[in-house]
């Protein structure tokens, strides 16, 4: 039996057209996840919803407690993750309000609890991360993409940063350098420990702004929300119709 697990970030603390049956409050060995987890139906299937900002879209990027978030998906019985994100665009393809599969992470977040194997009494674990994003779900997201009328990229490389500040215009041309596309502050640690629970994990990021310097202007949170109302509505979208056709 498969069920589907949703994350939803910045722009989907609430998941519109999802009919909620149960709210599951789940206790995990690293505390409590950022909210109970909704239960509901999306295009007649069943799937697991958690905001991973609260369901106020209160908890900042460095204090998620990703290590219970992901812990408690699996502990209700959530065997892949759809992770939705919205980010900052750093290369051209990467515009506002294009969607992207990624399939590469660089991770330049510190001080996160970012692994579930840190027990010295227990034998020490080094998980492959090579491709971060699995890629079944990868592409079961990409064929709905094709089928639809929406600007997308296959593939990309996402740059965890700290947060909560957008970067400099400096670090964004570091990041270009590295080889990045995207830009958010939640990636991770959450797709390692989606591994180290070997949860299949793919992300849908949003682009809803151009990157620190990418831009004749400073970001705006108005700027940023303009594209997030349409924008999020598209990525419902895509997640629906990838919920029709999973074999649960
Ligand atoms: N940087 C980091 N995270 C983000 C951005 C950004 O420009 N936009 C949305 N999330």
Redesign the pocket.
């Known amino acids: 039996m498969r069920l589907l697990g949703i994350i939803g970030?910045?722009g989907l603390a609430q998941y519109p057209g999802l009919e909620i049956t149960e709210q599951k409050q789940v206790e995990t060995p690293y505390g409590e996840p950022s909210a109970a987890i909704k239960m509901g139906t999306l295009n007649g299937k069943k799937v697991a919803f958690l905001p991973r900002h609260g369901d106020r879209h209160s908890i900042p990027?460095h204090r998620i407690n990703y290590r219970a978030n992901i812990h408690a998906l699996k502990v209700i019985g959530v065997t892949d993750i759809l992770a939705v994100?919205?980010?900052?665009?750093i290369t051209d393809k990467y515009a506002p309000g294009v969607l992207s599969v990624p399939d590469q992470i660089i991770d330049y977040t510190y001080g996160r609890e970012m692994t579930l194997f840190d027990d010295p009494a227990e034998p020490l674990v080094h998980v492959d991360f090579s491709w971060p994003f699995d890629s079944a779900l990868r592409n079961g997201l990409k064929e709905k993409l094709a089928e639809s009328e929406l600007k997308w990229n296959d593939g990309g490389c996402y740059?965890a940063?700290q947060?909560p500040r957008?970067?400099t215009a400096a670090e964004?041309t570091r990041l270009e350098r590295d080889g990045c596309d995207?830009?958010?502050?939640?990636g991770m640690p959450e797709a390692v420990l989606a591994r180290e629970l070997a949860l299949p994990y793919a992300m849908l990021s949003l682009?809803?702004?151009?990157?620190?310097g990418k831009s004749s202007h400073e970001?705006t949170m108005a700027e940023?929300e303009a594209v997030i109302h349409d924008g999020m509505a598209n990525v419902c979208r895509v997640l629906a119709d990838f919920a029709g056709s999973y074999t649960a």
């Not at 994100?85 to 665009?89: L, Q, R, S, T």
């Not at 995207?182 to 939640?186: L, Q, R």
């Not at 682009?207 to 620190?212: I, M, Y």
């Open positions: 970030g910045s990027p994100a919205a980010v900052g665009g740059a940063t947060g957008l970067e964004i995207i830009v958010g502050m939640t682009v809803v702004n151009p990157a620190a970001i940023i």
